[in-house]
Protein backbone atom coordinates (compact mmCIF):
# COMPACT_ATOMS: atom_id res chain seq x y z
CA UNK A 1 0.00 0.00 0.00
CA UNK A 2 1.27 3.73 -0.78
CA UNK A 3 2.25 5.27 2.60
CA UNK A 4 1.24 8.46 1.23
CA UNK A 5 -2.71 7.50 0.80
CA UNK A 6 -3.88 7.44 4.56
CA UNK A 7 -1.67 10.27 5.24
CA UNK A 8 -3.82 12.03 2.90
CA UNK A 9 -7.28 10.62 4.07
CA UNK A 10 -5.69 11.62 7.80
CA UNK A 11 -5.62 15.60 6.44
CA UNK A 12 -9.59 15.57 6.54
CA UNK A 13 -10.02 13.60 9.71
CA UNK A 14 -10.48 16.34 12.22
CA UNK A 15 -13.08 17.80 9.54
CA UNK A 16 -14.87 14.15 9.62
CA UNK A 17 -15.28 14.15 13.28
CA UNK A 18 -16.24 17.55 13.87
CA UNK A 19 -13.15 19.34 14.41
CA UNK A 20 -12.75 21.25 11.14
CA UNK A 21 -11.07 24.92 10.75
CA UNK A 22 -14.35 26.38 11.41
CA UNK A 23 -14.43 25.21 15.03
CA UNK A 24 -10.86 27.02 15.78
CA UNK A 25 -10.89 30.55 15.04
CA UNK A 26 -7.55 32.16 17.27
CA UNK A 27 -4.37 31.24 15.87
CA UNK A 28 -3.63 29.25 18.75
CA UNK A 29 -6.41 27.11 18.28
CA UNK A 30 -5.12 26.55 14.92
CA UNK A 31 -1.95 25.20 16.00
CA UNK A 32 -4.13 23.28 17.92
CA UNK A 33 -5.54 21.93 15.31
CA UNK A 34 -2.45 21.44 13.37
CA UNK A 35 -0.76 19.11 16.04
CA UNK A 36 -3.85 17.15 16.06
CA UNK A 37 -3.21 16.43 12.13
CA UNK A 38 0.46 16.18 12.66
CA UNK A 39 -0.21 13.57 15.72
CA UNK A 40 -2.39 11.66 13.49
CA UNK A 41 0.09 11.36 10.80
CA UNK A 42 2.26 10.09 12.72
CA UNK A 43 0.06 7.98 13.90
CA UNK A 44 -0.81 6.37 10.59
CA UNK A 45 2.89 6.02 9.77
CA UNK A 46 3.01 3.96 12.79
CA UNK A 47 0.11 1.89 12.53
CA UNK A 48 1.73 0.54 9.25
CA UNK A 49 4.89 -0.19 10.64
CA UNK A 50 3.82 -2.20 13.42
CA UNK A 51 0.94 -3.72 11.97
CA UNK A 52 3.43 -5.38 9.25
CA UNK A 53 4.67 -8.72 9.40
CA UNK A 54 7.32 -11.09 7.85
CA UNK A 55 4.82 -13.32 7.30
CA UNK A 56 2.97 -13.07 4.14
CA UNK A 57 -0.71 -14.63 5.06
CA UNK A 58 -0.45 -12.40 8.59
CA UNK A 59 0.81 -9.41 6.77
CA UNK A 60 -2.10 -9.18 4.27
CA UNK A 61 -4.78 -10.11 6.76
CA UNK A 62 -3.34 -8.06 9.66
CA UNK A 63 -3.72 -4.73 7.79
CA UNK A 64 -6.65 -5.39 6.18
CA UNK A 65 -9.33 -3.83 7.95
CA UNK A 66 -6.43 -0.95 9.03
CA UNK A 67 -6.69 -0.58 5.05
CA UNK A 68 -10.23 -0.77 4.96
CA UNK A 69 -10.52 2.86 6.40
CA UNK A 70 -11.61 3.78 9.63
CA UNK A 71 -12.13 7.34 11.29
CA UNK A 72 -9.31 6.44 14.26
CA UNK A 73 -11.45 7.90 16.91
CA UNK A 74 -9.62 6.59 19.80
CA UNK A 75 -6.08 8.14 18.56
CA UNK A 76 -7.95 11.28 18.01
CA UNK A 77 -9.13 11.36 21.81
CA UNK A 78 -5.52 10.32 22.78
CA UNK A 79 -4.10 13.02 20.85
CA UNK A 80 -6.96 15.48 22.10
CA UNK A 81 -6.61 14.79 25.75
CA UNK A 82 -2.82 14.57 25.23
CA UNK A 83 -3.12 18.54 24.53
CA UNK A 84 -4.06 18.62 28.26
CA UNK A 85 -0.60 18.51 28.81
CA UNK A 86 2.79 18.57 26.60
CA UNK A 87 1.00 17.41 23.68
CA UNK A 88 1.78 14.62 21.26
CA UNK A 89 5.83 13.25 22.16
CA UNK A 90 6.60 9.76 21.49
CA UNK A 91 5.09 7.91 23.96
CA UNK A 92 1.74 9.94 23.01
CA UNK A 93 2.02 8.56 19.45
CA UNK A 94 2.41 4.75 20.89
CA UNK A 95 -0.44 5.21 23.52
CA UNK A 96 -2.34 6.40 20.15
CA UNK A 97 -1.33 3.34 18.52
CA UNK A 98 -1.75 0.70 21.45
CA UNK A 99 -5.76 1.67 21.33
CA UNK A 100 -5.99 1.69 17.74
CA UNK A 101 -4.37 -1.90 17.11
CA UNK A 102 -6.82 -3.14 20.04
CA UNK A 103 -9.29 -1.70 18.78
CA UNK A 104 -8.84 -3.73 15.62
CA UNK A 105 -7.96 -6.94 17.50
CA UNK A 106 -11.33 -7.05 18.71
CA UNK A 107 -12.97 -6.15 15.63
CA UNK A 108 -11.30 -9.50 13.69
CA UNK A 109 -12.83 -11.35 16.87
CA UNK A 110 -16.42 -9.51 16.77
CA UNK A 111 -16.41 -10.51 13.35
CA UNK A 112 -16.66 -13.98 14.23
CA UNK A 113 -19.11 -13.89 17.08
CA UNK A 114 -21.33 -12.34 15.00
CA UNK A 115 -20.83 -14.32 11.70
CA UNK A 116 -20.60 -10.85 10.00
CA UNK A 117 -19.85 -10.52 6.58
CA UNK A 118 -19.07 -7.09 6.00
CA UNK A 119 -16.69 -4.32 8.42
CA UNK A 120 -16.18 -0.89 7.08
CA UNK A 121 -17.89 -1.43 3.50
CA UNK A 122 -15.42 -4.96 2.59
CA UNK A 123 -15.95 -8.35 3.21
CA UNK A 124 -15.14 -9.32 6.71
CA UNK A 125 -11.65 -10.85 7.51
CA UNK A 126 -13.51 -14.12 8.73
CA UNK A 127 -15.51 -14.00 5.47
CA UNK A 128 -12.37 -14.02 3.15
CA UNK A 129 -10.33 -16.46 5.02
CA UNK A 130 -12.10 -18.39 7.62
CA UNK A 131 -12.82 -17.85 11.33
CA UNK A 132 -9.38 -19.43 12.69
CA UNK A 133 -7.95 -17.17 10.46
CA UNK A 134 -9.55 -14.21 11.41
CA UNK A 135 -9.13 -15.43 15.21
CA UNK A 136 -5.44 -15.62 14.96
CA UNK A 137 -4.89 -12.52 13.39
CA UNK A 138 -7.12 -10.59 16.36
CA UNK A 139 -4.40 -12.40 18.30
CA UNK A 140 -1.64 -11.55 16.96
CA UNK A 141 -2.56 -7.86 16.89
CA UNK A 142 -3.89 -8.08 20.74
CA UNK A 143 0.09 -9.52 21.02
CA UNK A 144 1.59 -6.91 19.41
CA UNK A 145 -0.50 -4.04 21.32
CA UNK A 146 0.92 -5.82 24.26
CA UNK A 147 4.64 -5.68 23.82
CA UNK A 148 3.97 -2.10 22.25
CA UNK A 149 2.05 -1.30 25.71
CA UNK A 150 5.22 -2.83 27.46
CA UNK A 151 7.60 0.15 26.35
CA UNK A 152 5.25 2.48 28.09
CA UNK A 153 5.97 0.86 31.56
CA UNK A 154 4.28 -0.72 34.36
CA UNK A 155 0.64 1.26 34.30
CA UNK A 156 0.48 1.21 30.79
CA UNK A 157 0.49 -2.62 31.36
CA UNK A 158 -2.29 -2.17 34.06
CA UNK A 159 -4.67 -0.27 32.10
CA UNK A 160 -4.23 -1.76 29.33
CA UNK A 161 -5.19 -5.64 30.85
CA UNK A 162 -7.70 -4.35 32.63
CA UNK A 163 -9.44 -2.60 29.32
CA UNK A 164 -8.99 -5.96 27.87
CA UNK A 165 -10.88 -8.10 30.69
CA UNK A 166 -13.37 -5.85 30.39
CA UNK A 167 -13.44 -5.92 26.45
CA UNK A 168 -13.93 -10.10 27.06
CA UNK A 169 -16.61 -10.01 30.01
CA UNK A 170 -18.71 -7.54 27.49
CA UNK A 171 -18.38 -9.86 24.60
CA UNK A 172 -19.62 -12.65 26.74
CA UNK A 173 -21.89 -10.53 28.77
CA UNK A 174 -23.42 -10.05 25.26
CA UNK A 175 -23.29 -13.43 23.88
CA UNK A 176 -25.08 -15.10 27.33
CA UNK A 177 -27.50 -12.45 27.51
CA UNK A 178 -28.96 -10.80 30.70
CA UNK A 179 -29.92 -13.57 33.50
CA UNK A 180 -33.73 -13.57 34.93
CA UNK A 181 -33.25 -11.59 37.48
CA UNK A 182 -31.23 -8.77 35.10
CA UNK A 183 -33.18 -5.80 33.56
CA UNK A 184 -32.37 -6.18 30.00
CA UNK A 185 -32.13 -2.50 28.77
CA UNK A 186 -29.54 -2.25 31.98
CA UNK A 187 -27.34 -5.25 30.71
CA UNK A 188 -27.06 -4.09 27.34
CA UNK A 189 -26.14 -0.38 28.36
CA UNK A 190 -23.11 -2.71 30.99
CA UNK A 191 -22.25 -4.46 27.71
CA UNK A 192 -21.54 -1.50 25.64
CA UNK A 193 -20.13 0.21 28.36
CA UNK A 194 -17.42 -2.68 28.80
CA UNK A 195 -17.43 -3.72 24.59
CA UNK A 196 -16.76 -0.14 23.81
CA UNK A 197 -16.54 2.82 26.21
CA UNK A 198 -13.67 1.18 27.96
CA UNK A 199 -11.43 1.31 25.25
CA UNK A 200 -12.20 4.89 24.52
CA UNK A 201 -12.06 5.60 28.08
CA UNK A 202 -8.53 4.16 28.15
CA UNK A 203 -7.74 6.20 24.77
CA UNK A 204 -8.30 9.33 26.35
CA UNK A 205 -7.08 8.40 29.69
CA UNK A 206 -3.52 7.64 28.10
CA UNK A 207 -2.84 10.93 26.07
CA UNK A 208 -3.04 12.89 29.79
CA UNK A 209 -1.05 10.46 31.30
CA UNK A 210 2.01 10.50 28.57
CA UNK A 211 1.74 14.07 28.22
CA UNK A 212 2.31 14.81 32.03
CA UNK A 213 -0.88 16.50 32.12
CA UNK A 214 -2.46 17.18 35.62
CA UNK A 215 -3.71 13.99 37.43
CA UNK A 216 -7.21 15.37 38.04
CA UNK A 217 -7.94 15.44 34.46
CA UNK A 218 -7.83 11.60 34.49
CA UNK A 219 -11.27 11.44 36.15
CA UNK A 220 -13.12 13.47 33.93
CA UNK A 221 -11.35 12.24 30.30
CA UNK A 222 -12.40 8.47 31.38
CA UNK A 223 -15.86 9.56 32.37
CA UNK A 224 -15.98 11.41 29.01
CA UNK A 225 -15.07 8.67 27.47
CA UNK A 226 -17.04 5.82 28.71
CA UNK A 227 -20.00 7.89 28.12
CA UNK A 228 -19.50 8.97 24.84
CA UNK A 229 -18.60 5.37 24.12
CA UNK A 230 -22.21 3.86 24.94
CA UNK A 231 -23.44 7.23 23.37
CA UNK A 232 -21.58 6.13 19.79
CA UNK A 233 -23.09 2.56 19.47
CA UNK A 234 -26.74 3.66 20.70
CA UNK A 235 -26.04 5.73 17.68
CA UNK A 236 -25.25 2.57 15.76
CA UNK A 237 -28.12 0.85 16.61
CA UNK A 238 -30.41 3.97 15.07
CA UNK A 239 -28.01 3.64 11.87
CA UNK A 240 -28.77 -0.01 11.82
CA UNK A 241 -31.95 0.69 10.83
CA UNK A 242 -31.42 3.67 8.07
CA UNK A 243 -32.47 2.53 4.77
CA UNK A 244 -28.99 4.37 3.56
CA UNK A 245 -27.27 1.41 2.95
CA UNK A 246 -25.16 2.83 0.34
CA UNK A 247 -24.07 5.02 3.30
CA UNK A 248 -23.60 2.72 6.23
CA UNK A 249 -22.14 -0.16 3.65
CA UNK A 250 -24.80 -2.47 5.44
CA UNK A 251 -28.71 -3.57 4.21
CA UNK A 252 -31.18 -1.94 6.80
CA UNK A 253 -31.37 -4.21 10.33
CA UNK A 254 -28.15 -5.74 9.45
CA UNK A 255 -27.54 -6.60 13.47
CA UNK A 256 -31.50 -7.07 13.81
CA UNK A 257 -31.00 -9.52 11.13
CA UNK A 258 -28.15 -11.54 12.96
CA UNK A 259 -30.30 -12.20 16.03
CA UNK A 260 -28.42 -9.25 18.13
CA UNK A 261 -30.91 -7.19 20.34
CA UNK A 262 -30.41 -3.70 20.07
CA UNK A 263 -31.89 -1.05 21.85
CA UNK A 264 -34.92 0.13 20.04
CA UNK A 265 -35.89 -3.86 19.99
CA UNK A 266 -35.70 -4.10 23.56
CA UNK A 267 -37.41 -0.72 24.36
CA UNK A 268 -40.59 -2.84 21.92
CA UNK A 269 -40.31 -5.54 24.30
CA UNK A 270 -41.07 -3.64 26.78
CA UNK A 271 -43.51 -1.74 25.34
CA UNK A 272 -45.31 -5.56 24.04
CA UNK A 273 -46.07 -5.90 27.48
CA UNK A 274 -48.95 -3.09 27.59
CA UNK A 275 -49.00 -2.24 23.68
CA UNK A 276 -50.78 -5.07 21.49
CA UNK A 277 -49.53 -2.78 18.50
CA UNK A 278 -46.04 -3.24 19.66
CA UNK A 279 -46.35 -6.81 20.71
CA UNK A 280 -47.33 -7.36 16.52
CA UNK A 281 -44.90 -5.72 15.50
CA UNK A 282 -42.59 -7.27 18.11
CA UNK A 283 -43.71 -10.65 16.73
CA UNK A 284 -43.31 -9.92 13.07
CA UNK A 285 -39.84 -9.05 13.81
CA UNK A 286 -38.71 -11.76 15.68
CA UNK A 287 -40.57 -13.98 13.10
CA UNK A 288 -38.74 -12.82 10.59
CA UNK A 289 -35.68 -13.01 12.23
CA UNK A 290 -35.88 -16.80 13.30
CA UNK A 291 -36.72 -17.24 9.24
CA UNK A 292 -33.87 -15.35 8.13
CA UNK A 293 -31.40 -17.16 10.63
CA UNK A 294 -32.96 -20.53 9.89
CA UNK A 295 -32.25 -20.26 6.47
CA UNK A 296 -28.97 -18.92 6.77
CA UNK A 297 -28.16 -21.92 9.06
CA UNK A 298 -29.92 -24.69 5.57
CA UNK A 299 -27.79 -22.87 3.58
CA UNK A 300 -24.15 -23.54 5.72
CA UNK A 301 -24.75 -27.21 5.08
CA UNK A 302 -26.59 -27.52 2.19
CA UNK A 303 -24.66 -28.02 -1.51
CA UNK A 304 -25.08 -24.60 -3.90
CA UNK A 305 -26.81 -26.83 -6.16
CA UNK A 306 -29.68 -27.10 -3.02
CA UNK A 307 -30.23 -24.01 -2.12
CA UNK A 308 -33.61 -22.95 -3.31
CA UNK A 309 -34.07 -19.05 -3.54
CA UNK A 310 -37.67 -18.52 -2.82
CA UNK A 311 -36.91 -16.70 0.81
CA UNK A 312 -38.19 -13.40 -1.02
CA UNK A 313 -41.39 -12.99 0.23
CA UNK A 314 -39.94 -13.60 4.16
CA UNK A 315 -37.53 -11.08 3.65
CA UNK A 316 -39.98 -8.44 1.90
CA UNK A 317 -41.92 -8.96 5.14
CA UNK A 318 -38.82 -8.58 7.60
CA UNK A 319 -37.84 -5.18 5.63
CA UNK A 320 -41.38 -3.80 5.88
CA UNK A 321 -41.04 -4.96 9.82
CA UNK A 322 -37.53 -3.12 10.04
CA UNK A 323 -38.91 0.29 8.30
CA UNK A 324 -41.95 0.18 10.73
CA UNK A 325 -39.08 -0.22 13.48
CA UNK A 326 -37.39 2.52 12.49
CA UNK A 327 -39.91 4.69 12.17
CA UNK A 328 -41.26 4.09 15.96
CA UNK A 329 -41.25 6.11 18.78
CA UNK A 330 -38.60 3.61 20.52
CA UNK A 331 -36.18 4.06 17.77
CA UNK A 332 -36.81 7.67 18.99
CA UNK A 333 -36.38 6.96 22.20
CA UNK A 334 -33.03 5.12 21.73
CA UNK A 335 -32.41 8.63 19.60
CA UNK A 336 -32.84 10.52 22.97
CA UNK A 337 -31.10 8.24 24.98
CA UNK A 338 -27.97 8.29 22.83
CA UNK A 339 -28.44 12.36 23.72
CA UNK A 340 -28.22 11.59 27.38
CA UNK A 341 -25.20 9.74 27.07
CA UNK A 342 -23.05 12.34 24.91
CA UNK A 343 -24.60 15.05 27.05
CA UNK A 344 -23.43 13.86 30.55
CA UNK A 345 -20.16 13.02 28.67
CA UNK A 346 -19.98 16.56 28.20
CA UNK A 347 -21.18 17.36 31.86
CA UNK A 348 -18.30 15.47 32.58
CA UNK A 349 -15.34 17.89 31.34
CA UNK A 350 -16.41 20.32 34.02
CA UNK A 351 -13.19 20.26 35.72
CA UNK A 352 -11.32 20.70 32.30
CA UNK A 353 -9.97 23.93 31.88
CA UNK A 354 -11.73 26.27 29.04
CA UNK A 355 -9.92 26.49 25.84
CA UNK A 356 -9.75 24.19 22.65
CA UNK A 357 -9.46 20.50 24.17
CA UNK A 358 -12.75 21.08 26.08
CA UNK A 359 -14.06 22.92 23.00
CA UNK A 360 -13.15 19.79 20.79
CA UNK A 361 -14.28 17.61 23.07
CA UNK A 362 -17.95 19.01 23.42
CA UNK A 363 -17.64 19.59 19.78
CA UNK A 364 -16.60 15.51 19.51
CA UNK A 365 -19.31 14.44 21.44
CA UNK A 366 -22.18 16.38 19.20
CA UNK A 367 -20.84 14.92 16.39
CA UNK A 368 -21.26 11.67 17.91
CA UNK A 369 -24.67 12.04 18.08
CA UNK A 370 -25.13 14.16 14.89
CA UNK A 371 -24.46 10.83 12.74
CA UNK A 372 -27.85 9.83 12.62
CA UNK A 373 -28.86 12.62 10.85
Known amino acids: MNPSAPLARRKTLSASLGLGEKLFASSKERRFANALETGLDAVEVGLLREMSFTDNLADVTSRYLLEAGGKRVRPVLTLLAAQLGTGNNDNVITAAEVVEITHLASLYHDDVMDDSQMRRGVPSAQFVWGNSVAILTGDLLFARASRLVASLGTRAIELQAETFERLCLGQLHETIGPGPDDDAIEHYLQVLADKTGSLI ?38 IDLSARGADTGKVPGTDLRAGVSTLPLLYLRRRALTDPAAAELLERLESGVRTALAAEDAASI ?32 TLAEAHRWAADAVAALAPLPDGPVKKALTRFADSIVERSN
Open 201 to 238: ALAAQMGVIFSKAPEEFEVPVVEFGEKIGVAFQLIDDV
Open 302 to 333: AEPSDVAIDGTADDAALTIAIAELRDHDVTAE
